[in-house]
């Protein structure tokens, strides 16, 4: 698959490396949403067996794995209870954010029939928490993947987004860690300006 890849979209910006992470699945009936990130890329340039260095052992991903850990502990969630997934399965030589115009085109055109064909095993109201604003830029439509993180974790705009408005034709909650510069606030769970929108994200993981 790496070749094909790579015959796509040229070499210069896309590793050459195989396995890609494994995914990681408890358990189709234990899987109340589906965890999904951008790319295993990292600047340390590290291999993974499993998405987002689960099992790795190597303390350099700890905290890493603890905050996204904590976020889904914020909405009575655990890794024994969400089915974990990049979009973009393959390696990059540059992280995400270095990297947006080659891994937009590369999600779009290559990865997201795949990873909705993959995500067929699950029933469609089965959400998916995006982890990143690029998922939400590449994944949505018809102005959905225009709106802002804020607009969303203030409660002004209302989750989660349709599956008839995405490309991966499932609900998708927008379920981030970073901080927002303009109001210097984090969007990870643990804060409590968020209250309100982590209770709306739990009442549609719970159904």
């Keep these: 698959m ?4 790579i015959k796509q979209f040229g070499s210069e910006k896309i590793l050459d490396y195989t396995p890609f992470p494994k995914l990681w699945n ?3 009936e234990k ?3 589906i965890y999904l990130g951008c790319d295993p890329s990292n600047k340390s340039q590290d291999r993974f067996e499993y998405v987002f260095a689960l099992k790795s052992g190597n303390p350099r991903y700890n905290a890493f794995l603890k905050s996204h850990g904590d976020n889904l502990s914020a909405i009575n969630l655990g890794w024994d209870s969400v089915y974990v997934q990049n979009l973009c399965q393959n390696y990059f030589i540059e992280e995400t954010s270095k990297n947006l115009k080659l891994w937009k085109q590369v999600a779009r055109e290559f ?3 795949r990873l909705k064909e993959e995500l067929q095993i699950f029933s469609s109201n089965i959400p998916v928490l995006l982890t990143s604003q690029y998922l939400l830029e590449v994944l949505a439509f018809d102005g959905y993947e225009k709106i802002p993180a804020f607009d969303f974790y203030n409660c002004d705009k209302q989750i989660p987004i349709p599956a008839q408005k995405n490309h991966l034709c ?3 909650i927008p379920f981030y860690r970073g901080r927002n510069p303009r109001i210097n606030e984090k969007y990870h769970l643990s804060n409590e300006r968020w209250i309100e929108y982590r209770n709306s994200i739990v009442k549609v993981v719970e159904g």
């Design 2 to 5: 790496i070749s094909e890849i």
């Design 31 to 33: 899987v109340k949403a």
């Design 26 to 28: 408890p358990g189709t």
């Design 111 to 113: 990865w997201i029939p």
């Design 170 to 172: 499932k609900p998708l």
